[in-house]
């Protein structure tokens, strides 16, 4: 079968990964870096308009201190394979990484459960995902992959073995991602700390020792807190990383006031946003998304009061 290769690879791997004794990324970082990790989430209808007029859109937001786009993996369903393509080079041309943002466990159907019924793991999830990555990776020249919804919707403590399940769909995706595509992992995570393994299956140690990224996702307006709730959630989350992981936290605002409701934020309200994340030692951070609101620019935020976002 197609995927025998993979089942052969992650048997391999589980058998021989050890700890390398990587040094944490929960450190302070040193002055004045020559960039910064500053993703965008963008939608797949919102490519045409970035690349229109010699990229005039893609160029404004390199201009702005971004660094990554975080592309819906819609757009290879919505456009041609070449005008993808083209897109993707773009982004690449004008100093941009691409990300594809890529659904786990959702589909056309709804929520995919990663425990089948008789409590061993869907393998045929994994397997699609992983052929969806390979696809998108080597077919058009992605340079990350961000494993989104990779969680339960919040009924994970009704189910035997839901959080192993959920660590388990991420090493094996890990073990391809790195081993066979060599690109970085990103994963996002609910921000609820220490429930997210009761209702998602997120254990986020586990999770460290598989991903290159992982993505809070402090939607402020989804929880009524102030931006006072940044730190310390971010804080909770860099003291549960492995210590033996080099896994870095990039967490992601939104650009607009909830989920509930759409009215975009000002710049200047993403702008200290943006300065109280920077509280934390993070290693970078992601807004979605663009085209709600004005892209805030980088310059003159501090990062842990010696770094600056240029």
Known sequence: MRKAFHYLLVLFAVLTITSCGKESKHKKHSPAPSSVNAAVWVWASDMPGLVDNDAAGLKAIKAKGYSHIFLSEYVFDLYAPDMVRGYIGKCKENGLAVFVDMQALYGDDGWINPVKADGSLNYTAIDNFTYRAEHYVNGYGVSGIVMDNLRFPGTAYGTRGATSAITLFCQHVHIVSQDVLKVPLAVTLMPEKDNNAR????????????????????????????????????????????????????????????????????????????????????????????????????????????????
């Open 199 to 310: 209702y998602y299956g997120q254990d986020t140690k586990e999770l460290s020792k598989y991903a290159e990224i992982l993505i809070p996702l402090l939607y402020r307006g989804n929880y009524n807190t102030g931006r006072g709730w940044y730190a310390p959630t971010l804080e909770w989350y860099l003291n549960e990383l492995d210590p033996s992981s080099s896994c870095e936290i990039w967490p992601a605002i939104c650009s607009f006031v909830s989920d509930a409701d759409d009215t975009p934020l000002t710049e200047e309200e993403m702008r200290l946003d943006l300065a109280a994340l920077a509280e934390a030692d993070i290693d970078g951070f992601s807004i979605f998304r663009y085209g709600i609101g004005t892209l805030p620019s980088l310059k003159g935020i501090k990062l842990n009061n010696n770094w600056w976002w240029k």
